[in-house]
Each structure stands twice: as C-alpha cells, then as structure tokens.
C-alpha cells in the first residue's frame, strides 16, 4: 500500500505569511507524529495525535504552531507569520497502534524555506 | 528527560570493512531504543529496536546493534559493509508504552556513513 505522503515537497514564503503542511498517514495508523529537521540535525519532536486526539504538543516551539487533525486521519501543521528561524524540513509519521513499541512510518518530508 | 548524543558525525570506511556507530543516550526513565536509516533522497526507515528481552539486536540486512545499559549505548554494527550501505543513521529514545511521554520520540544528531570502494 501506499506510504505516508506530504503536500508540498517544498514550500518558500515570505517571513510574515501564514503556511499550511499536510500529512496523510498509511490508512489505519492510529498514531501520527510531526516533527522539525533542521539542516544538520536530527528530527525533534513536534507533536503527537492518537486518532484526533493531540496527546502531547509540548514540541511545538511557539504559539506560531498548531497541528490538528481532525477526522482521525490526515494532518495539517499550521504555522502563523513564519519567520526565518522555521526553515526546516517538517517530517510526518504514522503508526499503527497507540504503543510506543510500534515502528515509525516516515513520510519524505516537506522542507520550508522563510525568506 | 531525555537525549541521544551520536558521538561521530562523518564516518567513511571501505568497502567490507567493519563499522561502529556509536549512540549513547541519558533519560531519568527506561527508554526503548531505536536505529532509523536515511538512504539518499529516502524518507527515514527503522532499522532496528530494543525492547526488552536479549540485549543484542539484529537487522535483516546484517546490522546488529547492543543495548548496554551501565553504559547507556545502544552502538551500530556491520563486520563488512557494502556501498549500498551509504546513508544517514539517526540513534532514537522513545519512553515505554507506560510512560505519559510515551509518544515523545528523541533522535540524535546523525551519522553520515560513506562506503568507499
């Protein structure tokens, strides 16, 4: 089947402007994950939704960020009047079951570059 | 809390030479552990976990890897490598299905293996 998939692949906006990243996770994942990758770095933890349920969001590195996801499945990171310091690659995963013990599906990411 | 330090940026090795990259990890709970590899233009992929259980852990394509826990090192091994094993390998905490923080996943920085023929 198919795997996660992120919309856009690459995203340029204007320090200010206001971006929207989508993730949609293997069907029938009930865990998803966002996380940021700077250039370097390794991911850092973002946020976690079991179905439509944020259960942890103490990743989110602002009031600027925001993630939901709705129906349980697709998945919108939001991030308001982006300033360069949020130039990254946004990476989605998804898993299916609620443990921890699950393996991690990684999406290709979507790198966002705030001029 | 917790993190994951990846002690070697840069590691280039010939080809069917051995390899050793190493993780070591601090959390004030016990933690499952986790090796995730980047093949070019790939998203990430597991590699391998610890659990529980035997602390020797294998892949399918030949890497093996220890948890020692008086050591806090969960270090990747391969006795030959081949190019093909060219990538970034990223070392991962996450706290057990138990813990509150339990879908709080922590990776480090990264090694970029290079395989040279």
């Known amino acids: 089947g198919a795997g996660v998939s992120q919309s856009p692949r690459y995203k340029v906006a204007k320090r200010g402007q206001d971006v929207a990243l989508r993730c949609d996770p293997i069907?029938?994942?009930?865990?998803l994950f966002w996380y940021q990758q700077a250039l370097g770095q390794g991911p850092e933890f973002l946020t976690y939704?079991?179905?439509?349920?944020?259960?942890?969001k103490s990743g989110l590195p602002s009031d600027r960020f925001f993630a939901e996801r709705p129906e349980g499945s697709v998945s919108t990171l939001k991030i308001q009047r982006t300033q360069q310091e949020d130039s990254a690659v946004y990476l989605c995963?998804?898993?299916?079951?609620?443990?921890?013990?699950?393996?991690?599906?990684f999406g290709p990411g979507t790198r966002l570059t705030v001029l | 809390a917790q993190s994951v330090t990846q002690l070697d940026s840069q590691v280039p090795v010939f080809e069917e030479a051995p390899v050793e990259l190493r993780c070591n990890y601090s959390s004030s709970v016990s933690v499952y552990l986790f090796w995730y590899v980047q093949y070019p233009n790939q998203g990430l992929q597991l590699l391998l976990k610890?659990?529980?259980?035997?602390?020797l852990v294998e892949s399918i394509n030949g890497f093996e890897a220890e948890f020692n826990k008086s050591q806090t090192s969960f270090h990747l091994r391969k006795p030959s490598v081949h190019i093909s094993d060219t990538a970034e390998y990223f070392c991962?905490?996450?706290?057990?299905?138990?813990?509150?923080?339990?879908?709080?996943?922590?990776f480090g920085d990264g090694t970029t293996l290079t395989v040279k023929p």
């Open positions: 939704f079991q179905n439509e349920a944020q259960l942890d």
């Open positions: 995963a998804s898993s299916l079951g609620a443990s921890s013990i699950n393996e991690q599906f």
């Open positions: 069907s029938g994942h009930v865990s």
């Open positions: 610890y659990l529980s259980g035997s602390t």
């Open positions: 991962a905490v996450t706290p057990p299905h138990y813990n509150t923080n339990a879908g709080k996943s922590t």
